[in-house]
């Protein structure tokens, strides 16, 4: 239980989200799906890495599923979004590092509008594709945790409550959620949108400068997915780092 000040900050940090199920057997409504061959633009060439091979194709999300849920996404108003990810199946000991952007190549998100003609691609060898299961999403709330500056910025008042917080961002989610669209990220490498914040301004500058804080909000969770979760795991957005989680965050314009 929250004190009323601490919960009262903690309620206005809550950010709508999607919490995902992979399965015929998940409760909610379908977002998109996991895996299996990609539908892409006719005559589009399966995406690569240069020099290194070919991305695995991850999942598949529909643009106007995802506007109707109204989880602060602005995305197109119809199509898909096809999230393609080098996974090491090449070459496992390569991976996406945002400390090296030349790296940031093994990572793609391909929008098909609803009107192109569209083909089923097949991966190129050496790529195992993933099984395709449908992604099944239910309404939810997201809060933040420590590896957030904002969590730090807005809690460091209250020493205290920082184990009643922590323990109410765990029970909000649950240690269940495999899978998520919005919302803050959940990974086990570090707040995912201060590496691309340091990506982008270097790291001479400190979370609590104003710039820092403007870039931080232009970027929002469009995709998470775990490995851990049987498929892949993948955590979105316009740039992306590989590790146990990838993840990806996609910038608002």
């Known amino acids: ?13 809550l950010l709508p989200a999607l919490h995902l199920r992979a399965g015929d057997d998940a409760d909610g409504f379908v977002v998109g799906r996991l895996g299996g061959d990609p539908l892409v633009p006719r005559g589009m060439p399966w995406p690569e890495w240069d020099g290194v091979g070919p991305l695995s194709f991850l999942a598949a999300i529909e643009c106007s599923t995802v506007r109707a849920a109204d989880v602060g996404l602005t995305l197109p108003e119809d199509g898909q979004l096809l999230f393609f990810c080098y996974d090491g199946q090449v070459d496992g000991d390569l991976f996406i590092d945002l400390d090296h952007p030349s790296t940031q190549a093994g990572a793609r998100i391909i929008y098909v509008p609803a009107s192109t003609p569209t083909e089923r691609l097949s991966a190129l060898a050496p790529l195992r594709p993933y099984d395709e299961v449908p ?12 590896e957030q500056p904002v969590w730090w910025a807005v809690f460091a008042d209250f020493p205290d409550a920082f184990g009643a917080v922590g323990d109410a961002a765990i029970a909000l989610a649950g240690l269940c959620v495999r899978h998520q669209i919005g919302g803050y990220p959940m990974t086990c ?5 201060s590496q691309v914040v340091g990506a982008v301004l270097g790291e001479r500058l400190a979370p609590e400068s104003p710039l820092w804080q403007l870039e931080a909000r232009r970027w929002v969770l469009l995709l998470q997915v775990d490995f851990d979760a049987a498929v892949a795991t993948w955590e979105a957005g316009a740039r992306p780092t590989l590790g146990r989680h990838h993840s990806l965050s996609v910038k608002v314009k």
């Open 189 to 193: 490498q570090g707040d995912v949108v």
């Open 1 to 13: 239980m929250l004190p009323a000040e601490v919960a009262t900050v903690w309620d206005g940090l």
């Open 135 to 146: 992604l099944r999403a239910r309404q939810a709330a997201s809060a933040a945790t420590w």
